[in-house]
């Protein structure tokens, strides 16, 4: 019986070696969020999903970790009778499912938000809401605390006239939240006015936060997204997709008295330039780990007034390699595997990625070759993991 117990365990034990697993979530419109297990053993891959939650209330648009406090936060945008939405918290236990902590109301249409803690320890969450053009600060306490019962601030940017595309730019439509490298100041991108608005914080308390100088785009880009890049020799450079021009920018971000100072650098299609604006929409943009890549996911087949609706089986990824004086090159137009990639994450190491899709209500997990930046394809075995949610898949991420 000894022997016997002693050769289990061995058996139990090269098995546990051999097999590894890492926790996703993903947040869909269904109402869901939603823990997902990617596990390998050997060579195979299984990506299943293992807990799920609706505490988010209706319409989850936004997850983000707070790794040193192992709680999850996340926006709920709302639904099309609401008058608010909510920002939501959760604690995670050992096996990825999620418990609600605390909620407070948020403006409607919450798309984004970003973790901010300043030089003394203050903690806050500035979110960006999108159809209502909203801006809101929210004190974050202890352990998934959400202190009072709304944003400390609130603030809905308005703009003087019109951009040249009045359908998505009659007014301001904020999408995006970024944190820039010193801590110091948040962009919030302005797709309806073709603005980086810049921001700073209070140090103590997070709020409130003032507008300064920031970033003028040409008018029709639409920027969305957008990340920052600090090279080794010290210069800092924002790269934002356009959703509406449906280019990549590089700009050169200097820090001045009043504000950033953004120049730019470079410009470069998605996809390709002979694709009408504003038709084949691009959606996130993501910095690999290793900063050399970036990534850009493009809705030109599935965008119902694209010229090449249908014409493949997915919308896809574009990777682009950094230069070192900014400017950028395409290494490769992948397939994202499916339909409207609206965003992406990297693991920790970048030799996967996973993709969450809108249309079909899909998260796809890639292989990805860190060397060349490219995602590796089907054919060579490159899509290790596919599952479909409750409702179009708005926020993936890698618990890592």
């Not at 990506?47 to 997850?63: D, H, R, Y």
């Not at 930046?373 to 054919?379: A, D, N, Q, T, W």
């Amino acid at each position: 019986m000894h022997r016997i117990s002693l050769n289990l365990l061995a058996g139990l034990g090269l098995w546990a070696s051999s097999c590894s697993a890492v926790t996703l979530f993903a947040a869909d419109s269904g109402g869901n969020v939603t823990t997902l297990a990617l596990t390998k053993s050997g060579s195979n891959y299984t990506l299943a999903v293992t807990a799920k939650t609706a505490e988010c209330e209706v319409n989850p648009s936004w997850i983000n970790i707070d790794k040193s406090s192992r709680v999850l936060y996340c926006l709920d945008r709302g639904s099309s009778s609401s008058t608010s939405g909510s920002l939501n918290s959760f604690s995670i236990d050992a096996n990825g499912a999620l418990s609600r902590l605390d909620r407070v109301t948020a403006p409607l249409s919450g798309v984004a938000g970003g973790i901010i803690t300043t030089s003394t320890g203050a903690r806050a969450i500035v979110s960006a809401s999108y159809n209502q053009s909203a801006a809101a600060v929210y004190a974050l306490g202890e352990n998934g605390d959400l202190p009072g019962t709304g944003p400390l601030q609130q603030i809905f940017p308005t703009l003087n006239k019109t951009g040249p595309v009045p359908s998505r730019q009659d007014r301001s439509y904020l999408h995006d939240v970024i944190v820039d490298p010193t801590n110091k100041y948040v962009v919030l991108m302005d797709l309806g006015g073709d603005l980086g608005r810049v921001y700073t914080y209070d140090k103590n308390t997070v709020a409130p936060i003032a507008e300064v100088d920031g970033l003028v785009t040409a008018p029709g880009t639409g920027p969305r997204h957008g990340v920052f890049h600090t090279f080794k020799n010290g210069k800092v450079f924002f790269f934002f997709n356009g959703e509406l021009d449906q280019k990549v920018y590089s700009y050169r971000v200097k820090y001045t008295k009043s504000g950033l100072s953004f120049k730019k650098v470079f410009e470069i299609p998605a996809i390709d330039a002979s694709l009408p604006a504003t038709q084949a929409p691009t959606s996130e943009i993501a910095l690999s780990p290793d900063k050399r890549f970036l990534v850009v996911s493009n809705r030109e087949k599935s965008f119902r007034d694209s010229p090449i609706l249908g014409s493949g089986p997915s919308d896809t990824l574009s990777t682009f390699a950094i230069n070192s004086d900014g400017t950028l090159k395409l290494v490769q137009l992948a397939p994202s595997g499916g339909w409207s990639p609206r965003q992406f994450s990297f693991n920790k190491k970048g030799d996967m990625i996973a993709v969450g899709h809108q249309n079909n209500r899909t998260v796809v997990i890639w292989k990805r070759d860190i060397k060349s930046g490219k995602i590796v394809l089907e054919e060579d075995g490159g899509k290790i993991g596919q599952v479909t949610l409750t409702g179009a898949v708005v926020s993936t991420i890698w618990d890592e």
